[in-house]
């Protein structure tokens, strides 16, 4: 029979290694996140795979690039801001830069949607993170498909879905265990 303070120690020990494995997953959650620049900006200009956009800057298309001029769109950067892609009618258009000019562009982290529940109250992304959605943009965000590649802004108070130039914004929900992280 052990003793009630081998037992305590014991459970004492299991409970350290259970919690340290718990905050080491929930930190593990918080980088998942793929940081990527982007910015808004209205198509000017296209001349085959070439675009001319609002802010000034030339980009060369992956693709024969067939649009409207004045269009809205998200551009999405990699890592290397001269690099990225943005959303036309559902396809997704790989980019290059090709001007010199200096533009603006906004931080934030890229994802992707796994589920919505609660009729659309509440977000889930690939990686277990919950996100609140306000009753006025539950029928828009319920039209996002799963799977959908969403931009999380850097304050973390708007989702942008760059495919359909939509955001809400939105709320971070936690758990009691990862609130005390």
């Known amino acids: 029979m052990m003793s009630s303070y081998r037992y305590n120690i014991y459970a004492l020990i299991f409970s350290t290694f259970i919690i340290s494995g718990c905050s080491g997953m929930i930190e593990t959650r918080n980088t998942n996140f793929n940081e990527v620049r982007y910015f808004t900006a209205t198509i ?4 085959r795979n070439k675009i001319t956009l609002s802010n000034g800057t030339e980009w060369n298309t992956d693709r024969l690039f067939i ?6 769109i998200i551009v999405v950067l990699d890592e290397i801001i001269d690099e990225g892609y943005f959303y036309f009618k559902d396809s997704k258009i790989g980019i290059r830069r090709v001007s010199e000019v200096f533009f603006g562009y906004s931080t934030g982290y890229l994802h992707n949607i796994k589920t919505l529940h609660n009729q659309g109250a509440v977000m889930e992304l690939i990686d277990g993170s919950l996100w609140f959605v306000p009753l006025q943009n539950r029928e828009m ?6 799977r959908t590649e969403v931009i999380i802004t850097e304050d973390q108070k708007r989702i942008i879905n760059p495919a359909k130039f939509e955001f809400i914004y939105t709320e971070r929900l ?6 005390n992280q």
């Open 174 to 179: 936690y758990t009691d265990l990862q609130k």
């Open 44 to 47: 000017l200009n296209i001349e």
């Open 141 to 146: 965000v319920n039209s996002w498909l799963t």
């Open 67 to 72: 649009g409207v001029n004045l269009s809205e």
